[in-house]
């Protein structure tokens, strides 16, 4: 039986969809077309999340890859205080903390792997790895202009005194583009909270990887990435060799009822017709926001799919912790009769759909979206333009460079006066992007790229290539001395 003689790393990513299924999607991966047996180290709370149980029951999991649930946390134990008020990250740090105290006797039990991957925000790992002499990788599941922007982190935080968002002039990352202070993540906003110092601690990190692999490639980042590998001041932290493997996204996923209906309602619509509108594993919007929103997208004429979520007056990112899981009656907040009267243009699912089987669809043309790294990274494979909605997290930044670096997507803008977008931008903006001449340009553009995002991870592409090389190395490692 060969299984024995594969070499076995493990993976463990920390909670949220869009941790979970980048590294899922390296795990296969390394099973399926480098040859490794992988254990994926799984963080469960007594709350399972609807989305994540259907994701690793996928029957089409490769043979070689073992989901290892870790013994579940008790929430509420572990977040004692007004739990509404505890942040999107500071919740998942503090959960993740209580999970690996059983990450040694896992370990130990998988009879030590030959090396764990963790993401950027579970390196609580790597002392455990250093204990039992497991090299630790990370991989960084956003840009690459993140990453740089995380190793940079430190310099700035030693050189700057004041907070990072009254700073006069856009933050000068080394070789990279400049990003504006309005666009700094949620994380380094206030750099007197938990939030920030939890985000601290694991970037600091970072160069404590045995290897870091980043989900991109040279066509998407070229800027960021010749920093990062070249520019001197990255090279003095010193950065720990880095790999781009990307566009690693979700493939073919199991679809649920409501999915299939979806695609059946899309087959009867002309290409490229459709735009898709949802806000990734937590976003939600302010009920006043989510209004505009619908009678934007019934003022556009537009045909759409929405997975709408109810709304809220939380950080945007609202549904976080239970998405799919809630219950969720779109009757009970959209405008009233906007059903009726977009039924057979619109399609309006609760909460959750199969993001990729949507996008890889032809007669979806548009994409609004929050702009989390993975969708972003799914709407330019499958060709599709965005309309950029940035919610939480490094979502802003992201946005701003789809927008003004790659070119594949437009953001509305804010009426003078008011905090959110009215209904005529987004009318505009739809139309835009679905048939508008303006929007001409970033359609061609994301079709170009959409050829270099499948090339990339395809055998002898330069993603396949640097995931390759690792492999190797795990493979010869494990031959010992
Ligand atoms: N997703 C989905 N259906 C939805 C919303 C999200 O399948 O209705 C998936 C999406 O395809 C992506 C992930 O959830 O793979 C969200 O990850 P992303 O990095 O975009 O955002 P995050 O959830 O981390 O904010």
Request: with cysteine; proline share 8%.
């Amino acid at each position: 039986n060969k299984t024995h003689i594969k070499p076995h790393v493990a993976v463990l990513p920390s909670v949220g969809m869009g941790h979970l299924i980048p590294l899922l999607e390296l795990a296969k991966r390394l099973v399926v077309e480098h040859g490794m047996r992988v254990s994926l180290l799984v963080i469960t709370t007594n709350a399972p999340l609807a989305a994540q149980e259907q994701l690793l029951c996928s029957p089409d999991l490769p043979p070689d890859l073992h989901i290892v649930k870790l013994p579940p946390v008790d929430v509420d134990k572990v977040i004692s205080s007004d739990i509404d008020n505890v942040l999107v990250l500071t919740r998942l740090c503090l959960i993740t903390e209580e999970s690996l105290r059983s990450l040694k006797s896992v370990l130990v039990a998988l009879g030590k792997p030959r090396a764990l991957v963790t993401d950027l925000f579970t390196t609580q790992a790597f002392d455990v790895c250093n204990e039992l002499s497991i090299p630790a990788y990370l991989f960084s599941t956003t840009s690459a202009a993140f990453s740089a922007f995380a190793l940079f982190l430190p310099k700035l935080d030693s050189d700057v005194e004041c907070e990072f968002i009254d700073l006069p002039e856009p933050i000068q990352v080394p070789g990279c583009i400049p990003v504006r202070t309005e666009d700094l993540l949620d994380q380094v906003r206030n750099r007197k909270i938990d939030e920030y110092k939890w985000f601290f601690f694991h970037i600091s990190r970072l160069p404590l990887a045995s290897g870091v692999f980043l989900n991109s490639w040279e066509d998407l980042e070229p800027v960021s990435l010749k920093a990062i590998k070249e520019n001197p001041f990255f090279r003095q932290i010193p950065t720990p060799p880095v790999h781009p493997v990307g566009p690693l996204i979700k493939q073919e996923e199991t679809l649920s009822t409501s999915d299939v209906e979806c695609l059946e309602w899309l087959d009867k619509q002309p290409p490229d017709s459709v735009l898709f509108v949802t806000l990734g594993s937590g976003g939600t919007l302010s009920l006043e926001q989510q209004t505009e929103l619908a009678w934007g997208l019934e003022l556009s004429q537009q045909r759409f799919i929405w997975a709408v979520r109810k709304p809220t007056d939380a950080t945007g990112a609202g549904s976080f912790f239970d998405v799919g899981s809630e219950e969720n009656d779109p009757k009970a907040y959209l405008p009233e009769g906007f059903l009726s009267r977009t039924q057979g243009v619109g399609l309006v699912v609760p909460s959750w759909a199969s993001q990729v089987a949507i996008l890889g669809h032809p007669s979806t043309g548009g994409f609004l979206s929050h702009c989390g790294w993975n969708s972003s990274l799914e709407s330019i494979a499958h060709g599709v333009p965005m309309i950029a909605w940035p919610l939480y997290a490094e979502q802003r930044m992201n946005a701003a460079m789809l927008v003004e670096d790659v070119g594949v997507a437009v953001k509305p803008k804010v009426e003078p006066g008011r905090t959110i977008v009215g209904r005529q931008e987004v009318d505009r903006m739809v139309r835009m992007v679905m048939d508008g001449e303006e929007g001409k340009t970033i359609r061609k553009r994301v079709k170009e790229l959409k050829e270099s995002a499948a090339k990339a991870p395809d055998i002898s592409g330069s993603s396949y290539d640097s995931l390759s090389s690792v492999a190797k190395q795990w493979k010869t490692d494990d031959l010992g001395p």
